[in-house]
């Protein structure tokens, strides 16, 4: 057998080994939370839109829920504008909510769907604004007056599910409308998981900058791959998820709660990490799944 014949049955045998996950996956729909690393490497970037677009082809029903934080601190500056944050959370004032609508979705919303086109699918950025697809209300801390930070009331899924059953993929921006028509700056892992929940997905998949939920933060290798609810909710309690990662592990958890089959946090700056996760039995990162899963604890 000679070296091209080896490297076209290697490639038939990868493609058949996928075979029964894209059987599996055909017609689910899986809500992406992307940002981190995955957002700003080009590299990483077009890594992700060519797995979210081949996962489209194959059948998936693929909504992505996108941050931008560091590109409105970003903003901010140039304008003139001081970020100012208060538990985690950025403050946001009337000038403040203005820059994130035109970050969010103007120009971070607008360029993946690009990206997506780009490369062959046919994706279309929303809003929660959008036909009233995230109600939303103000957000109250104890640790001061947080502005136009929202949390949600209701997630509409109409739209979404109108444009996934006509072949779109949903670029949607965490920004939502209050009852007044206010807007309202939503964590986008919160609206992640709630979106993810509304529409009754199989899968929740939040990008991270990590491996995933570690034992041990400065030790790669203790990762956990598989945890129920309840590990996590103690790995949060007792600091072993801490910092960044707390709200990501909190909205999986919320997610499964709430009717999701499972969450995985997976490392965004691993190359076609969406596609390794779906097609693959062994799989990357951290699976949550309801207390009744398992744990490789």
Known sequence: ???????????????????????????????????????????????????????????????????????????????????????????????????????????????LVSLLNAEGGRAVGLSGKDAKLITASKKHSDEGDLGFVGEVECIDTKLIDVLNDAGYIVVLSPVGVGSDSESYNIN?????????????????????????????????????????????????????????????????VEAIDNGVTSAHLIDGRVQHSLLVELFTEEGVGTMIAADGGTTDE
């Open 1 to 111: 057998m000679d070296k091209h014949t080896s490297s076209v049955n290697g490639r038939v045998g990868t493609l058949i080994e996928a075979l029964p996950y894209m059987r599996k996956w055909a017609g689910k729909t899986v809500v992406v939370k992307y940002g981190g690393a995955a957002m700003t490497d080009p590299a990483l970037q077009h890594s992700v839109m060519k797995d979210l677009v081949l996962l489209h082809y194959v059948g998936v029903h693929v909504v992505v829920v996108h941050g931008g934080g560091p590109k409105i601190s970003e903003m901010m500056e140039r304008l003139g504008e001081k970020p100012e944050f208060v538990g985690g959370l950025r403050v946001t004032g009337e000038a403040t909510m203005e820059i994130v609508q035109m970050v969010l979705i103007g120009l971070v919303g607008q360029e």
């Open 188 to 252: 986008a892992d919160t609206v992640a998981s709630e979106v993810a929940a509304a529409l009754q997905a199989e899968k929740l998949i939040v990008l991270t900058d990590v491996a995933g939920v570690l034992r041990d933060v400065e030790d790669s290798s203790s990762l956990i791959s598989v945890m129920n609810t309840a590990r996590a909710r103690q790995l949060i309690s007792d600091g072993t998820v801490s910092k960044g990662m707390i709200p990501k592990v909190e909205a999986a």
